[in-house]
Nanobody, 125 residues
Framework: QVQLVESGGDSVQAGGSLRLSCVASGYTFSNYCMAWFRQAPGKEREAVASINWFGGTSYADSVKGRFTVSKDNTKNTLYLQMNSLKPEDTAMYYC???????????????????WGQGTQVTVSS
């Protein structure tokens, strides 16, 4: 069955960096859009970054220029490199796999069938 396992979350000071990883199993990793979402306490979950099957990426405005999404198809692993972290980046971060093959297009939560358990990122000022 499909499994997504995130790691890499930690507590850091503002201005610091973290790299999140998400190891996928149970399907052909390279064929699907993958995305990172985050949810802060009391807020709705939001899409942060996505990467489609051929490597095209997109980012939320709030993280553009600071976060980089990438993947290694040989390791079935999705990454999120987060630089210049801000306190407002504090959240639980989730990786997710889109239901349909290929392109990302919509990043609505309902378009993603599989989710990891999440990894906590805390940024202190």
């Amino acid at each position: 069955q499909v499994q997504l396992v995130e790691s890499g979350g930690d507590s850091v000071q503002a201005g610091g960096s973290l790299r999140l990883s998400c190891v996928a199993s149970g399907y052909t990793f390279s064929n699907y859009c993958m995305a990172w979402f985050r949810q802060a306490p009391g807020k709705e979950r939001e899409a942060v970054a996505s990467i489609n099957w051929f490597g095209g990426t997109s980012y939320a405005d709030s993280v553009k220029g600071r976060f980089t999404v990438s993947k290694d198809n040989t390791k079935n692993t999705l990454y999120l490199q987060m630089n210049s972290l801000k306190p407002e980046d504090t959240a639980m971060y989730y990786c997710a796999r889109k239901s349909s093959l290929g392109y990302c297009n919509s990043l609505a939560e309902s378009d993603f069938s599989y989710w990891g358990q999440g990894t906590q990122v805390t940024v202190s000022s």
